[in-house]
Structure formats: C-alpha cells, structure tokens
C-alpha cells in the first residue's frame, strides 16, 4: 500500500540522507542535476549521494556485453560539488554486493529512482538499499500480457511512485520538475534561467594549448559538428556531413574555420575516411579519450555547433552556444531547453529518420 503524499512530502522534508538512482545517460543527467540542485538548496540539511543504474548490469534489461562503460557522468556528477558520495567503486574493480553492502550501511531515509528502463528490476534494488528507508520511484508502466505481476511487485517494493509526464510536459524538465513538486513540494520554476554549465579552467587550459600545438589560436573560427547518436535512427549520414562541410567553406564566415567531427573512438576511422573521400582540409576527428570535460571544453570553444538530438545538444545548452539541432518528431519534450541561438531543423514526418534531413535545410538554419 504506497504512503500518502503528504506523508511522503514530511518525510522528504526531514530527511537528513538521500540516494539519488539516476540512468547512466548525459542527457537525462543534464538536467536531472538543476533539479535536484534547487532540491537540496530548498532542503540543506539533506547529504544526496547519487548511484548510477550501470551498477546494476547483471540485470537483464542491461543487454550488451555486461562491462561497464567510462564512467564520464561520474566525472561530471563528481565535480559539481553537489552530490557527497558518487558511487564509482565499480569501475575500480569493486562488486555489485560491496556497493549495495556501502549504500545500505548508509541507511538512507530515502532512496530516490528517475530509473526508466528496468524499473522493476531497479526498484528491487532500491528496496534492498533503503530497507527502513523510503523508496520513491516514477510509477511503473504495467506490461498487460503480466497479468498484473509486476504490478504486484512493484507495489511492494515501492513507498511512493509518481505518475510520469501526466501532463505531457513540452519540456522533460518540467517532467522532473513535476517529480519534485510531488514528493517535496517544490515550486514549479523558469529553468531556462536555471540552465548553466561550468567548465574547469584546467580542461579549457589543455584544450587552448592543444589546439595551439595545431596551430589553431583563440581568434580562429571553430564548427563543431556531432552527427552520431546512439540510435541509428537519430544519426546523420557522414556523405551529408561532408556536403555541408564543403558548402560552408564557400562562404566567407567560414572560408578559414576549422571543422571538427565528433563521434566515439569507435568512428574515428569512418570519420577519417569521409574526410579523406571528400578531400577536405581544415576537418578533423575528435572524441573526448581521457576524460569527460574534453567535450564541453571544446563544445566552450566553438563558435558554431551543428548536432544531432543527443546528449552534445543539451550540453551545449547549458553552455547557451549557438547551435544547429537536427531533431526528429518524436520526442519533442527533449528540444534543447536554451532556446536562444538555437535552431530546430525537424522533420516533417513523425516516421522519418535525421537521415531524412537534407543538407540545403541545415545549410539555411546555420545561415539564419
């Protein structure tokens, strides 16, 4: 039986420890993190600690080979001087039970999932972590052909669930937003004046001298272009790419630019053979190797930024950079939430692919 809510919201407001479980995805923590910021400033005694749900890859919603990937929102969570604890003992070679045996010894008051995929299984977990403690998570979406299984279990598991997007928020913060409002009475506020992202001067200071051993001073205009996502379907084709290179270096705001295409160090070498078929000069690969802030210093440093709908396009958000999105109908809530200086190229279609985008449309956007 879930707890009433403004019992939940009492509960909350006293608290003295909090386990945030966020998903392991830049995107959703770029703006998972402004939220729970004005969370923790409308309540300071609370200590928040944050546990990526990577940690629970043994699980079968993590398909994949079962490795955990670079922890860069670790990096980034632990360098907001936010969180107290950021759980990172798995990429040291710690097990799935020495963490939850560390988040248990904790005794949280209340153990907090924005988990999406694996809800269920996620929320075990969280029980297991909080055991007195209150667990709060958005509500299951119930699989009908279950039977009411899940369901049952969920219910179990789970102190409080909030109804997700119940509003059809026109932005996903505002979906979190609502989360707050929920369990801790958190007013509904202007985020786009929220929106803000620090990079250390240390990461600015390598890439300045990095890009100078190039020959590339603070006066030369850089584009930066991110055509990959995750999903196929959000990717735009590299032959585009190096159309819309070549016709920007007809016009004379970007005759002596210096172009960089970004992509995982698995498609360095596609992005090197595109260059190289195109024949085209001032057009280089990059990745961020080493560590996370490489990518918002270089985003920092860009006077243009051409992206598809992933996680670049809201770092370049919080960073208010001029840039291009190339987006697809079908999740408008996740449109950068800095609107100015950014252009939309969409669709037309709801089942069309980025792929579908035509390079003389990202050509009058970045002209706009």
């Known amino acids: 039986m879930f707890m009433q809510r403004e019992e939940v919201i009492e509960t909350v407001k006293s608290a003295k420890k909090v386990l945030f479980v966020l998903p392991m995805a830049l995107g959703d923590f770029a703006y998972l993190h402004l939220v729970i910021r004005e969370f923790c400033a409308m309540y300071p005694q609370i200590k928040a600690d944050v546990l990526f749900d990577e940690a629970f890859y043994g699980n079968r919603f993590h398909r994949g080979s079962g490795v955990l990937v670079n922890p860069i929102i670790c990096q980034w969570a632990e360098g907001l001087g936010l969180f107290r604890h950021v759980y990172t003992e798995m990429y040291a070679g710690g097990t799935l039970e020495d963490t939850i045996a560390h988040a248990r010894a904790e005794r949280y008051d209340a153990v907090i999932s924005f988990a999406s995929r694996g809800r269920l299984e996620t929320t075990r977990y969280c029980r297991i972590i909080a055991g007195e403690g209150l667990v709060i998570s958005w509500d299951l979406a119930a699989r009908w052909w279950k039977l009411g299984r899940d369901r049952r279990a969920f219910d179990r598991l789970a102190d409080f669930a909030v109804p ?35 990079v250390p001067a240390a990461a600015t200071s390598q890439l300045a001298a990095v890009l100078a051993q190039e020959g590339i001073d603070e006066t030369r205009c850089v584009v930066f272009i991110n055509p990959f996502a995750k999903n196929r379907k959000r990717s735009w ?32 070498e596609r992005i090197r053979e595109m260059i190289a078929a195109e024949g085209l000069t001032h057009v280089q690969p990059f990745t961020a190797r080493d560590d996370f802030w490489e990518l918002p210093a270089m985003l920092q440093r860009s006077d243009r930024i051409i992206t598809v709908e992933t996680s670049v396009m809201h770092l370049a958000a919080l960073l208010h950079k001029p840039q291009v999105v190339l987006m697809r ?40």
């Open 329 to 368: 109908l079908k999740n408008p809530e996740w449109m950068p939430l800095v609107t100015e200086g950014c252009r939309l190229v969409l669709n037309t279609k709801r089942s069309q692919h980025i792929a579908d985008i035509e390079v003389d449309e990202v050509l009058a956007a970045v002209a706009e």
């Open 237 to 268: 084709p590299l032959p585009k790419v190096g159309a819309c290179i070549r016709a920007l270096q007809q016009r004379e705001q970007y005759a002596e630019a210096e172009f960089f295409v970004n992509g995982l160090p698995s498609d360095q």
């Open 164 to 198: 997700e997007n119940p509003k059809r928020f026109p932005r996903i913060i505002q979906n979190y937003n609502f989360f707050f409002s929920t369990i801790a009475a958190m007013p509904v506020m202007d985020w786009e004046k929220k929106a803000t992202m620090a």
